[in-house]
């Protein structure tokens, strides 16, 4: 039941996104369900370690491209500890 309700608050939430103030965050959605229904077919289908792989660097891909998400902290730390 966990995954039925999280599929639920997941398009519901995808589909009243439209005037949020961060607009990211649909594709930090977009990712989570692509991840969930590749553990989905996982729990059901044994699949190999090198689509599981794929779908995660599709999720990277989707984050760092279309988002612009960076992680930016640890290079702020870095330079704040050795200047």
Do not use: C, V
């Amino acid at each position: 039941m966990g995954g039925l309700s999280f599929i639920g608050i997941t398009l519901a939430t995808l589909l009243s996104i439209s005037n949020n103030p961060f607009p990211e965050f649909r594709y930090i959605l977009s990712t989570l369900i692509i991840l969930f229904f590749i553990g989905i077919k996982d729990d059901i289908l044994i699949i190999s370690a090198h689509k599981k792989f794929t779908a995660q660097i599709l999720s990277a891909l989707i984050l760092i491209i279309l988002g612009d998400m960076r992680n930016t902290l640890i290079s702020q730390l870095a330079k704040k500890q050795y200047l």
